[in-house]
């Protein structure tokens, strides 16, 4: 199947603008992490998640046919305005804090999950792919989070920053459901096989049984359709093309 | 915490071998920080992962008296010598 849909596109790219910031938030912590073995697991899944961005950039760049060469997708990944991004404010609020990045490490991909089984069975064979080719990476970073917080949720002083950090990012986390309009045209061409929100329940479950909170009590952000950047998002946009915006004809 | 030894093992005919140590709270986050901290350029595919209390220890004092015995570093030769003779009908 070629020759993606307006809808189906912006579909695409939100979830490929999600993996992108969410995998260029966790480089930032390369070198600065806690110690040395989370720096590499850190590291590992940010660079996973940042190739599920470049693979679905890909089939978007290719209108469906994910061979194409790379300055395509950095069109796509870098140069884009921000009114054409359709990030969730998750992704784009900056963590300063361990506890923070560790929180939206596992609130991120507990509702990844979901939306790679949304898209598993997709007509768009190579995005059906992809999603095969995500979840084994999935399932380790799911390990990850959750090795760390079994151990470092039950410690008081811990346990109260990360129950903050909770506190603080579960209305944007709802946000991740918030979708795009184009969802609708993704649906209904069988490219994603039923709107996010349809999992929303679940994912409301499993933070209930991780943190033993009701996260229904989290007042969510307002839905924008993914339309208003969080003010964290200029200065993020900033980092990540600092290095292109200095040749932007350079080939790498 | 908790020490840990790494062995990785790559398929085919090779062996398990040492490629490491980490400190780990536990046997799950052990394997977890393992994995990429020793196996992410696919060193190896299979993994060994021994807490260092479960190595039963042969100490250096243990293992001294074999460091003076040049006699058990046999190359062969004066085997080799008498069995050639013993066949050529000599001593």
């Known amino acids: ?31 600065v992490a806690p110690f040395l073995e989370e720096d590499l697991a850190f590291s590992s899944i940010a660079q996973d998640e ?30 884009c305005s921000p009114d054409d991004w359709r990030s969730a404010q998750l992704v784009e609020v900056v963590s300063g804090d361990w506890a923070h990045a560790l929180v939206r490490h596992w609130l991120y991909d507990a509702a990844e999950q979901f939306r790679w089984e ?12 992809a999603a095969a080719r995500a979840e084994r990476e999935e399932l380790y970073h799911r390990r990850h989070a959750d090795g760390l917080l079994d151990v470092l949720l039950p410690v008081s002083d811990s346990g109260d920053r ?24 993704a649906v209904a061409t069988g490219v994603a096989s039923a709107p996010l929100d349809t999992r929303l329940g679940e994912w409301t479950d499993r933070v209930r049984q991780r943190f033993d909170v009701d996260p229904s009590q989290a007042q969510p ?10 003010p964290d998002f200029g200065p993020l946009l900033a980092r990540m093309r600092e290095v292109i915006d200095l040749d932007p004809a350079a080939v790498w | 915490m908790r020490r840990y ?6 398929d085919g005919r090779d062996e398990f071998r040492h490629a490491g140590s980490l400190d ?14 020793y196996a992410r350029r696919a060193e190896g595919d299979r993994l060994w992962l021994v807490d260092r209390e479960n190595v039963i220890l042969g100490d250096t004092d243990f293992m001294a008296p074999n460091a003076d015995k040049p006699h058990r570093h046999n190359d062969g030769k004066a085997i080799a010598e008498h069995r050639r003779n013993v066949r050529e009908g000599g001593s």
Do not use: C
């Not at chain 1, 949304?118 to 995005?127: E, G, I, N």
């Not at chain 1, 952000?221 to 969080?230: D, K, S, V, W």
């Open chain 2, 24 to 37: 780990a709270p536990n046997d799950e986050l052990a394997l977890v920080l393992a994995r990429e901290s």
């Open chain 1, 118 to 129: 949304q898209v598993a069975q997709s007509s768009l064979t190579p995005l059906a792919e």
């Open chain 1, 221 to 230: 952000a307002a839905p924008t359709g993914r339309l208003e950047r969080h």
């Open chain 1, 1 to 31: 199947m070629t020759g993606l849909g307006s809808g189906v596109r912006e579909f695409l790219l939100a979830f490929a603008d999600d993996e992108h910031l969410m995998g260029q938030q966790h480089t930032e912590w390369i070198g």
């Open chain 1, 50 to 79: 940042l190739g599920h961005a470049a693979a679905l950039y890909a089939i978007v760049a290719g209108d469906g046919d994910p061979v194409v060469d790379d300055l395509r997708i950095d069109e796509l990944a870098f140069r």
């Open chain 2, 5 to 10: 030894e790494v062995f990785l093992k790559k």
């Open chain 1, 162 to 185: 990360l129950r903050a950090a909770l506190t603080d990012l579960l209305p944007l986390a709802v946000g991740l459901f918030d979708p795009v309009a184009g969802e609708a045209e």
